[in-house]
């Protein structure tokens, strides 16, 4: 860059990209700092070297930014399974996972696998999923109710609504037990000597 090119002749390319030809280097030099711009070697392999007269700090700024590439968190679809005889914990501790990856703004499927005999109690998987929709109302919609997947599943799809996700996933804090009473507290004799 600027001073540190020590070859000559190079080829420069200006800054609109038009090709100036084959110059000496402190001609090209001189021609970068009439318009206020630096005059980089972005080709140092070539015979000559091509130089180009750029706003280096510009270009470096560029370079960095799409190298950082998009922050944006790209939604996944997570999957939840359940059975028909889940038991209310566990379907809390199910619930508690989805809240995570729905305040992540990932969608949730959501799936009761009938196995055996289950298979004949469509009904308790459709109330257990009507359940979860219920318990995740603040921070999911239902994208896709629930339905059957061939004959031994049944899924829906929950979506995050938009509202204020880390709000919703914040547990409430329990309860401070009250300082005991001043006269509760007991009175320990002194040891005898």
Do not use: W
Not at 9 to 25: D, F, H, K, Q
Not at 65 to 71: D, E, F, I, N, V
Not at 121 to 128: A, I, M, P, Q, V
């Amino acid at each position: 860059m600027n001073d540190r090119i020590r070859i000559s002749p190079i080829r420069v390319v200006n800054a609109e990209g038009e090709m100036l030809g084959v110059l000496e280097t402190p001609v090209a030099l001189q021609m970068a700092m009439d318009v206020g711009l630096d005059l980089v070697e972005v080709s140092p392999e070539s015979k000559p070297p091509v130089c180009r007269i750029m706003d280096f700090g510009k270009a470096q700024y560029e370079k960095q930014r799409k190298s950082a590439g998009p922050k944006q968190h790209k939604s996944q679809l997570k999957q939840i399974r359940l059975g028909p005889k889940t038991g209310q914990h566990d379907i809390q501790v199910k619930v508690d996972k989805a809240r995570e990856f729905l305040g992540r703004k990932d969608k949730v499927k959501v799936n009761v696998v009938f196995r055996g005999r289950e298979n004949a109690h469509h009904d308790r998987g459709r109330d257990l999923l009507q359940e979860i929709i219920n318990l995740l109302a603040d921070v999911a919609v239902v994208e896709q109710p629930p339905r059957m997947e061939g004959t031994r599943a049944m899924s829906m799809l929950l979506m995050p609504n938009g509202k204020t996700v880390a709000a919703a996933t914040a547990k409430p804090a329990a309860p401070k037990p009250a300082a005991p009473a001043e006269e509760a507290k007991a009175t320990v004799p002194a040891p005898k000597p």
